[in-house]
């Protein structure tokens, strides 16, 4: 399995099309996310909305462009209205990701990530510990921190994205994207981002956003983790950045210039 | 139909009561917004309180100075807290505000809405596509952001308010306020005002607060636009102000300074 | 009853105990709270997780170093998982604190709150109201704001760690911390603390994190008061400082480097 860098002209390319509409963008998140991960939609230029109720879930996955399914704060209710947007997602051709947070750990959330991984999510993205929980591996997650590298989810990363049809993201200090064929890898970013919480919820938000038009899921997915890598080296770069408070601030700031930071990285 | 700009001597009046006590302010409000309605409550010199239990919403909104009811992320539970709540704030003479996020487009909130124009909201703020929707006109919203421009929406919005008896103020580039005879037109604001998830939700809530204590409940809506207006232009204008991120903590920071600021426009 | 200052050489004992490992917090909050718990524990450098379902809160509970139960907004499904969580931490020996928000002024709460109280949580951190009423005292909260000062909520405060066994802090604009025999004072803070929503919550979730690997929770309590304090202080002297929206901003970014901070103050 050769690895290859994800260069940052697939990824113009996919920023192009991603500006040739504004993906509405369905989002049952987890209550911790829920702020952030819209902030990073609006900032970059898509349309965040949060319908959580079962009786709405299904009609407005349909109106969507994407949805996004993140299992964070979990529990019964929101767990039947995530199904009834998934099933609707999946009738209509809608494209939906999955953020499958601390699978492995709690016997609940991993049988409901385990039906849905039989729904088909057209990506998935989790940080090592959960692709390799994910995946039927043992993990060593203590909640919601992976105590594994990215690297050492890798193979975990591929066989889920073969057996499972869906782009596999699995992020860390690397990230790499895997259609079970072909691996990008995406370098950068910055330490300061696990200090911020929910930046991995809301990248798999904007994974969802960048699939809602594009040919290509598995660049599409890999430009996500890009913009994301590139706006947090921004961010830590930026004068005004003395720690998480500050940096969350210019990665909001930077995620709205992306074109052009893209454009001259 | 003659429609007035809304004078800063107006505003100044209502500020000057409104400082006569802190209102205590009832939210009831959505998943994505209850962070940022409560700085911008806190900010502005009000104290929130997030109370969603059916068990306790009652009781508290007979406590509270205002009500505020925003049907974002509406479920079932939270629908009959709601209900409760709204009920105990018409017994108790609480002032309330409706804030129909995204009614239109998904027949569960579209019906809720209806349901609670019957109890007359003493004020109702949405953006174009919403008033629209409400007053039995076709939006063409999608998500919950507006296709329709607020001037599209003032026949409905003045409509609306003399068949509801209620203060509407539809918001958008010009924020229109009407009581169905007089209405208050407010320029300014900035378009990074939309690429901040809730500030729309945040207004509603500012709304609430102004009717608190107010003798002129039009003109005291009106002075909420005008003091969302006049902190986001400031907070566009500052120097640190560099993209969604900046421009949402210079605008709470505006908010804590609004008497000078409205003083010196 | 003698008052001692809290001396810095305690806290900072506390606080190279607290860097031996980074706790994993278990957060119960409320809604408004949830994202400044999550990114003032993470800048500190703990490691929460909001897991909330009563199928995975009694398992959670036991796998993390603390818990925090805070009942901002309360319902009976939440309370439910509370119970869940709080019978497992107790059998296991987690750690754990209650934060009674707006105890006294609601009755579904208030019991709610006094079965708590039963189980005895390691630790209680509330305002002067809430600690009064706590303690069976009449307060004169307004919503979840207190009307009384600190210092009027002392002999309750006392009177409550001696009936509960229980550390309990009562913080305002000075902060008291108690085990019923000794009690430490803490000075410091600033103003726009209240000014920016849920810095209470937090503070109760930090001094969870502190009680994870302590051998004295007296002054692992005072240590979390001490760290709010001193950030509180060092980002309202910042020059980027305008406002409540830039004031939490360096508040973040003062916890981040709070050893420092300490050690220099």
Redesign the interface.
Known sequence: MVIQPFNKEKAKAELKNFRLQVP?V?CMT???A???T??VL??IGS??????????AG??AK??DALLINV??????RDQ?MQCAVKAACESGTPWVLDPV?VG?????TNFCQQLLLKRPNAIRGNASEIIALSGGLATN????SANSSESALDNAISLAQRTKSIVAVTGETDYVTDGKTTYAIEGGHILT?????TGCALSALVAAMLANTKNPLQATATACMVFSVAAKQAAATI?C?????F??????????IDQLIESK
Do not use: C, W
């Open positions: 509405l369905h987890n209550e911790v829920q702020e952030l819209a902030n609006l900032a349309s965040p909305a949060m319908i959580v109720a079962s009786a709405e009609d407005f109106q969507a964070g704060t979990l529990y019964p209710k209205a601390a750990i709690l016997a609940y959330r203590r909640g919601v921190e696990t200090r911020v919480v929910a005004t003395q720690g998480p408070g500050s969350k601030i210019a990665f909001l700031d930077a995620l709205y210039h």
